[in-house]
């Protein structure tokens, strides 16, 4: 069994929770092909390249675990479709030497969790504690997820011996969960921000005084004084779609986006009306900002096209680990999302 040991999100990475979706049969109980062949050549194209993402990390040296989705048969669900199993991020992370539960998601995910993780080690958020331990405890499915407002895992960034917490939009609803940071890890400085609620897609510490970020979203000099940053401004991830998404981003809300798909209103009106889960607000997301970091030295991206960041990485001697990651505008998952880590060196 494993025992948590992470610090900050540069350290030499050993253990890695990669997360999986729904597997392409999953979608074979939707009779209209026009909505069932897109959702399988989706859930098939992410797959080979979270296979793929699976043997960079491996050959790296690191220990991979993949989360196993849980679900009933699709034609089961009588409202929206629950989430899968692909983004260990959002529910989790690692502080030190304890797992902290904040949120409910797939089962398997808690599953996995209990399987390889040390219990010992795992904690709960307080909002729902009860519910967390029954469901990673018990046999059945999951049928929804809470929705409540509240911190959730990606809104808090562990650096060494501070703790960064972002409220936005939360307000008093965040006071319970920020006391309980505040008393489980009384060594730690918390510092409570508002810059983006889920803000690993918004700022990443890429090594002792580096950061990657969005542009004038912290006050870095009172954070972290001191660290180079190197901002992206106004490179949302449709930069190079951006022709194709104006023809149909008003039918999806600006939420997500799939290459070839603008025309089939069909396709759209099911992913809108029962996937409403998986969906995020891809518009507003960088994804060059949510990388996974191997090493001071070696960073996982998922495009090798940004001049502002690979200038930036030869700068601080940094080289970038190519990952294809075909379908990220769907789930709305950068390559942070879709990983946790469990074990760095320190």
């Known amino acids: 069994m494993i025992v948590p040991h992470v610090r900050n999100k540069w350290d030499k990475l050993k253990t890695?929770?990669?997360?999986?979706?729904?597997?392409?049969?999953?979608?074979?109980?939707i009779k209209n092909p026009k909505i069932r062949e897109p959702l399988k050549q989706i859930t098939h194209e992410t797959i080979e390249d979270l296979d793929n993402f699976e043997k960079i990390l491996k050959d790296f040296g690191c220990k991979v675990?993949?989360?196993?989705?849980?679900?009933?048969?699709?034609?089961?669900?009588?409202g929206f479709i629950p989430r899968n199993a692909m983004q260990p991020r959002d529910g989790q992370l690692v502080i030190?030497?304890?797992?902290?539960?904040?949120?409910?998601?797939?089962?398997?995910?808690?599953?996995?969790?209990?399987?390889?993780?040390?219990?010992?080690?795992?904690?709960?958020?307080?909002?729902?504690?009860?519910?967390?331990?029954?469901?990673?405890?018990?046999?059945?499915?999951?049928?929804?997820?809470?929705?409540?407002?509240?911190?959730?895992?990606?809104?808090i960034t562990a650096i060494n011996d501070k703790i960064i917490i972002d409220t936005l939009g939360l307000g008093e609803n965040?006071?319970?969960d920020v006391k309980w940071f505040r008393k489980k890890f009384p060594n730690k400085q918390i510092e409570?921000?508002?810059?983006g609620g889920h803000s690993d897609a918004c700022f990443a510490t890429l090594k002792e005084g580096v950061i990657l970020s969005l542009f004038d979203i912290m006050t870095y000099?009172?954070?972290?004084?001191?660290?180079?940053?190197?901002?992206?401004?106004?490179?949302?991830?449709?930069?190079?779609?951006?022709?194709?998404?104006?023809?149909?981003?008003?039918?999806?809300?600006?939420?997500?986006?799939v290459e070839g798909q603008?025309?089939?209103?069909?396709?759209?009106?099911?992913?809108?009306?029962?996937?409403?889960?998986?969906?995020?607000?891809?518009?507003?997301?960088?994804?060059?900002?949510?990388?996974?970091t191997l090493d001071p030295n070696?960073?996982?991206?998922?495009?090798?096209?940004?001049?502002?960041?690979?200038?930036?990485?030869?700068?601080?001697?940094?080289?970038?680990?190519?990952?294809?990651?075909?379908?990220?505008?769907?789930?709305?998952a950068g390559l942070h999302c879709i990983t946790l880590d469990l074990e760095r060196e320190y």
């Not at 409570?192 to 810059?195: A, D, G, K, N, S």
């Not at 972290?224 to 779609?241: E, F, I, M, N, R």
Request: charged content about 25%; hydrophobic content about 35%.
């Open 16 to 29: 890695v929770m990669l997360g999986t979706p729904h597997m392409p049969e999953f979608f074979d109980g």
């Open 65 to 78: 675990i993949r989360t196993e989705t849980e679900h009933k048969p699709i034609e089961e669900y009588s």
């Open 96 to 155: 030190d030497n304890k797992l902290v539960f904040t949120t409910d998601d797939n089962k398997g995910i808690g599953t996995a969790i209990k399987e390889h993780v040390d219990q010992s080690s795992v904690m709960f958020a307080p909002a729902y504690a009860d519910i967390y331990r029954q469901r990673i405890t018990s046999h059945t499915n999951w049928e929804s997820n809470e929705t409540h407002l509240r911190l959730y895992a990606p809104n």
């Open 174 to 176: 965040a006071d319970p």
């Open 192 to 195: 409570v921000v508002e810059i």
């Open 221 to 257: 000099e009172d954070t972290l004084p001191g660290w180079d940053v190197c901002y992206l401004q106004d490179q949302g991830s449709h930069h190079q779609y951006r022709l194709q998404w104006e023809d149909w981003k008003e039918k999806v809300n600006h939420r997500w986006y």
């Open 262 to 292: 603008g025309h089939n209103d069909e396709f759209i009106k099911y992913v809108n009306t029962w996937l409403d889960e998986w969906v995020g607000n891809v518009w507003e997301t960088v994804f060059d900002v949510n990388v996974l």
């Open 298 to 332: 070696h960073v996982c991206i998922a495009q090798k096209e940004n001049e502002t960041v690979n200038k930036f990485f030869k700068k601080h001697n940094i080289e970038p680990v190519y990952v294809q990651w075909r379908h990220r505008w769907f789930w709305d």
